[in-house]
C-alpha cells in the first residue's frame, strides 16, 4: 500500500506542475549517486551499497519555482558471496562461487518545484513517474546461471537543496536524496527498491 501512496503522490505532482504558467527556459543536470538497496533486494540479491551510479534530468520551466521533464540514469549493484553449495532449479546441486549482479537504467517523467528562487541555498522537491530498465544477472562461478532483463513499474520522489555558485549564477550545485520504487517480482524478490543520494551540477541550457 505505501508504494501505492509514493506512486500517487509522484502522479499528483506531475499533474500540478502542468498547471502552472510556461516561463520557457531548459535546465540540465548531472550527478553523480550512490544507492542502498532495501527490502527483499537487500536480503535476497545484493546487500551492499552501490557507489557506481550517474543520473541526468533535463527539465524545462514553465514558472519560476516549476518545471517538467525527464530523468535518465544508471545504478550497477553488485556482491559476490563465498563458496558455498547451492541447489539449483533442478534439484541437483553445485559448489561454487556466486556473483549477482543489477544494473537499473530509470526512464522517468519528472516534475521539480522550488521551494525558493533566490538565496545561497534553494530547496527543491522532485518526483519522477515511470520504469526502470533492469539488467538482473547471476553467475556460479564465470558461467551465467541467470541472464533477465525487465521494464519494470517505478515512481522516485526526492528532497535536496540547490546551491549557486554566486548570487546572480543560474549554475550550481545539487544536493539531493531520494527512494526509488522498483516493482519486480520474480521468485524471492518483490521489489528492487533503494535509497540513494546524488550530487551534481545544475545548469541552464541555452543557445
Same mark, same amino acid.
Given at each position: 500500500?505505501?508504494?501505492?501512496?509514493?506512486?500517487?503522490?509522484?502522479?499528483?505532482?506531475? +499533474?500540478?506542475?502542468?498547471?502552472?504558467?510556461?516561463?520557457?527556459?531548459?535546465?540540465?543536470?548531472?550527478?553523480?549517486?550512490?544507492?542502498?538497496?532495501?527490502?527483499?533486494?537487500?536480503?535476497?540479491?545484493?546487500?551492499? +551499497?552501490?557507489?557506481?551510479?550517474?543520473?541526468?534530468?533535463?527539465?524545462?520551466?514553465?514558472?519560476?519555482? #516549476?518545471?517538467?521533464?525527464?530523468?535518465?540514469? @544508471?545504478?550497477?549493484?553488485?556482491?559476490?558471496? /563465498?563458496?558455498?553449495?547451492?541447489?539449483?532449479? &533442478?534439484?541437483?546441486? #553445485?559448489?561454487?562461487?556466486?556473483?549477482?549482479?543489477?544494473?537499473?537504467? /530509470?526512464?522517468?517523467?519528472?516534475?521539480?518545484?522550488?521551494?525558493?528562487?533566490?538565496?545561497?541555498?534553494? /530547496?527543491?522537491?522532485?518526483?519522477?513517474?515511470?520504469?526502470?530498465?533492469?539488467?538482473?544477472?547471476?553467475?556460479?562461478?564465470?558461467? +551465467?546461471?541467470?541472464?533477465?532483463?525487465?521494464?519494470?513499474?517505478?515512481?522516485?520522489?526526492?528532497?535536496? #537543496?540547490?546551491? /549557486?555558485?554566486?548570487?546572480?549564477?543560474? +549554475?550550481?550545485?545539487?544536493?539531493?536524496?531520494?527512494?526509488? @520504487?522498483?516493482?519486480?517480482?520474480?521468485? &524471492?524478490?518483490?521489489?528492487?527498491?533503494?535509497?540513494?543520494?546524488?550530487?551534481?551540477?545544475?545548469?541552464?541550457?541555452?543557445?
Amino acid at each position: 500500500m505505501r508504494s501505492y501512496k509514493i506512486i500517487m503522490l509522484s502522479a499528483l505532482l506531475l +499533474t500540478v506542475a502542468g498547471s502552472y504558467a510556461q516561463k520557457g527556459e531548459f535546465r540540465g543536470t548531472a550527478s553523480y549517486s550512490a544507492a542502498m538497496p532495501l527490502g527483499s533486494f537487500k536480503e535476497n540479491v545484493v546487500s551492499k +551499497t552501490s557507489f557506481r551510479g550517474v543520473d541526468i534530468n533535463l527539465l524545462y520551466g514553465i514558472s519560476d519555482k #516549476v518545471s517538467v521533464g525527464f530523468t535518465t540514469g @544508471y545504478q550497477d549493484f553488485y556482491e559476490k558471496y /563465498p563458496r558455498q553449495v547451492y541447489k539449483l532449479s &533442478d534439484g541437483s546441486d #553445485v559448489s561454487a562461487v556466486i556473483s549477482n549482479s543489477v544494473q537499473q537504467i /530509470p526512464l522517468l517523467a519528472t516534475a521539480r518545484y522550488n521551494f525558493m528562487t533566490e538565496g545561497a541555498i534553494r /530547496p527543491y522537491a522532485l518526483a519522477g513517474i515511470g520504469g526502470n530498465l533492469v539488467l538482473n544477472r547471476q553467475f556460479l562461478g564465470e558461467y +551465467t546461471n541467470d541472464n533477465t532483463s525487465r521494464f519494470a513499474l517505478s515512481a522516485r520522489p526526492e528532497l535536496g #537543496v540547490f546551491i /549557486p555558485f554566486g548570487k546572480e549564477s543560474e +549554475t550550481g550545485i545539487n544536493v539531493g536524496a531520494y527512494y526509488n @520504487y522498483v516493482r519486480y517480482n520474480k521468485g &524471492d524478490i518483490d521489489n528492487m527498491n533503494s535509497v540513494g543520494i546524488r550530487l551534481g551540477i545544475g545548469f541552464p541550457m541555452r543557445n
